[in-house]
């Protein structure tokens, strides 16, 4: 682990691509020449590069950040807990490498290559101690289950298994707070509903005729599911319990190229989807859910997306986190974040600590295959120059 302080050369002296804005309003108000950006040198405290994490362990896969606490999942199934730019502790999974992790209250859910999710708990008294207190399905369940065979169901390779378990890796987590449900994503071309206070499965939807590679959870029972066949869709959940389903209600989006990413704002009122096409596709609530425009800002598949405020975060393959403003429908790419030599695999945000209730200051993590962490001073309220 090494922290640095470098310089962040502008955006605009980079060589900013005209096309990295959004296809709403007007072209010229929206062009990158119009909008020099705001960065130049990094120093503490501003806007820029603050520093990397780097442990030769892995490609990073999966992020999470809360409390001033950052969770970083790799290749070696160790889940590493910083703080500060510090390593303050590592808990091992002993299987599966960590491919998502997510945080609900005192909880921390991840989800691996071998098909299951881990739970963790932080230790009140001692933050670095972190105990696993369940694994979903639970030992208990799969005993139960196995026990009938109407529990079984036939799965991809003329395979039959039990429907609470996922057959492949688990790709995704999406937590709904109000409801105490954790959702789960898989290759298995499933995604699965689970009661976070019991570890029971509610419910496997087989959702698509590929790879779930994101779910998302949002506002009014909605769920989106993205998919590597190339389609977003979305479910409603209908019931309570053991009664409950998710039935489908459309297709948002249908093509080629495999939808790799989603994201909703927290009032979910926008959902954005990043392709393999290096595109990042949005939808808005207020019209019914109809495609609202596309932003253009990568060369290469967009693997990763965030919100926070008013701001939207896209992580590509070519090695570049674009940082883009919403004005209603309007994206403004205000600038680009370069320094990572790998594609970036995952991004998280967290409210900066000296940020005003009013707006904007943000710090962004983003994990790459080049086996680290960088963090990103960004502020919502940027002063163009």
């Excluded at 739970?119 to 369940?141: A, E, L, M, Q, Y």
């Excluded at 779910?215 to 066949?229: I, K, P, Q």
Aim: charged share 20%.
């Amino acid at each position: 682990m090494h922290s640095d302080q470098t310089n962040f050369q502008a955006t605009d002296d980079n060589g900013y691509e005209s096309n990295r804005m959004s296809d709403e309003g007007s072209p010229m108000m929206m062009s990158p020449w119009n909008q020099p950006s705001p960065w130049s040198t990094t120093s503490p405290g501003e806007d820029g590069l603050i520093g990397s994490l780097v442990r030769e362990e892995g490609h990073i896969y999966s992020l999470a950040a809360a409390g001033g606490l950052l969770y970083t999942g790799s290749d070696s199934k160790n889940i590493h807990v910083w703080n500060n730019m510090k390593l303050l502790s590592t808990f091992k999974s002993n299987s599966g490498l960590v491919k998502a992790i997510i945080l609900s209250g005192d909880k921390i859910f991840s989800g691996h290559q071998d098909g299951k999710v881990r739970v963790w708990k932080s230790n009140s008294k001692d933050p670095k101690i972190h105990k696993r207190i369940g694994t979903f399905p639970t030992f208990f369940d799969i005993l139960k289950s196995s026990m009938k065979s109407k529990n079984y169901v036939e799965v991809k390779g003329n395979r039959t298994a039990l429907w609470i378990n996922h057959c492949d890796a688990i790709s995704c987590l999406s937590v709904n707070e109000e409801e105490g449900l954790l959702y789960s994503g898989s290759w298995d071309r499933t995604f699965k509903v689970w009661k976070m206070s019991n570890s029971k499965c509610l419910e496997s939807v087989k959702a698509h005729e590929d790879a779930v590679n994101s779910v998302v959870s949002t506002v009014d029972g909605l769920v989106f599911t993205g998919s590597a066949e190339g389609s977003v869709k979305v479910w409603k959940r209908e019931g309570k319990g053991k009664n409950m389903k998710h039935k489908y209600v459309q297709t948002l989006l249908d093509q080629e190229c495999a939808v790799n990413a989603l994201v909703a704002t927290k009032d979910g009122s926008v959902v954005y989807s990043g392709s393999s096409d290096g595109m990042v596709n949005f939808w808005e609530r207020n019209k019914e859910l109809s495609h609202s425009g596309v932003l253009k800002g990568h060369k290469l598949a967009v693997l990763c997306l965030a919100v926070a405020g008013n701001l939207v975060f896209s992580g590509s393959a070519d090695k570049t986190i674009c940082v883009w403003k919403r004005v209603g429908s309007i994206h403004t790419c205000l600038s680009v974040l370069t320094g990572h030599t790998g594609p970036v695999k995952c991004v998280a945000v967290e409210k900066a600590a000296e940020s005003s209730a009013s707006g904007g200051k943000w710090v962004v993590y983003s994990g790459s295959l080049d086996k680290s962490v960088k963090v990103w001073s960004v502020s919502e309220q940027m002063t163009m120059v």
